[in-house]
């Protein structure tokens, strides 16, 4: 099975602030992987799907990056609705997901 | 616009049954694949069962093989989850998600919530 370790797990900024989520696959992974946000009581909602494609309707201040085993999600300027839990999901084989990333502002 | 809504979650005993359903609109199921992917309380998502196009391909998490059952219903643009045997660890919401030509979950149902206690 293909492990994916997130860090960090929460991860406190501020308005306007630069922030990168990594994740890190136990094998290679290409660029099947995806990041999902999902705030409190709600589904998640894919941002990138293929390491760096932005979802059609994504804000374009989110951007993921990344192949092989190393992959980071990063949001230029951090808005007060990007609080949430971020999620990397592995599709090269079956499905995993990360562990989460709680966001706070 | 695509929607997929989640129903028949509830509270069951250990060792008991219950089949979730989620009916979908704005896309027909039997053109995409079809999954489930489930949440224990305060913990991150985990992948359950996957459904083909054709029906041919099915795959479950080890953690439900033989326990849980994946079906689709055309007529009634639905997909179904069958979960036998159910452990108290099988707590938690469960998500219906289509799975998209880029190979990820690009649409997802608001959950339904399932207890299992004695």
């Known amino acids: 099975d293909i492990q994916m370790t997130q860090s960090p797990s929460t991860l406190s900024a501020s308005v306007g602030d630069r922030v990168t989520i990594t994740c890190r696959a136990s094998q290679r992974i290409s660029t099947w992987l995806a990041w999902y946000q999902q705030k409190p009581g709600k589904a998640p909602s894919l941002l990138i799907y293929g390491a760096t494609s932005l979802q059609s309707g994504v804000p374009s201040r989110f951007s993921g990056s990344g192949s092989g085993t190393e992959f980071t999600l990063t949001i230029s300027s951090l808005q007060p609705d990007d609080s949430a839990t971020y999620y990397c999901?592995?599709?090269?084989?079956?499905?995993?997901f990360g562990q989460g990333t709680k966001v706070e502002i | 616009e695509v929607q997929l809504v989640e129903s028949g979650g509830d509270l069951v005993q250990p060792g008991g049954s219950l089949r979730l359903s989620c009916v979908a609109s704005?896309?027909?199921?039997?053109?995409?694949?079809m999954t489930w992917v489930r949440q224990a309380p305060g913990k991150g998502l985990e992948w359950v069962a996957f459904f083909s196009t054709s029906g041919k391909n099915i795959y479950y998490a080890d953690s439900v093989k033989g326990r849980f059952s994946i079906s689709r219903d055309n007529a009634k643009n639905s997909v179904y989850l069958q979960m036998d045997s159910l452990r108290v660890d099988d707590t938690g919401v469960y998500y219906c998600?289509?799975?998209?030509?880029?190979?990820?979950?690009?649409?997802w149902g608001p959950g339904t919530q399932v207890a299992v206690s004695s």
């Open positions: 704005g896309f027909n199921v039997n053109t995409y694949e």
């Open positions: 998600a289509r799975y998209s030509t880029s190979w990820s979950f690009d649409s």
């Open positions: 999901q592995q599709y090269s084989s079956y499905w995993t």
